[in-house]
């Protein structure tokens, strides 16, 4: 979480992708109201992970597009 909310001071326009082992719905909702683009908690799959990283590279084509 600390990392997290250091990123978003230095690169506020980054799209944060949190894993971890320990997962609990209200700290995952939290992170993700604070802009946290995807959570996933651990073990996750190689497609899940690729799944999350096409949904960041598209909002940041789609955000790139609309500038």
Known sequence: EAVFR??????PK????IAS????AGLVHELLQAGAAEFLSK???SETLANALKTCLE???EDRKSA
């Open 6 to 11: 250091e990123l978003q001071k230095e690169a």
């Open 14 to 17: 980054l799209p944060v992708i």
């Open 21 to 24: 082992g320990h997962s609990n």
């Open 43 to 45: 073990p996750f799959t």
């Open 59 to 61: 909002a940041g084509d």
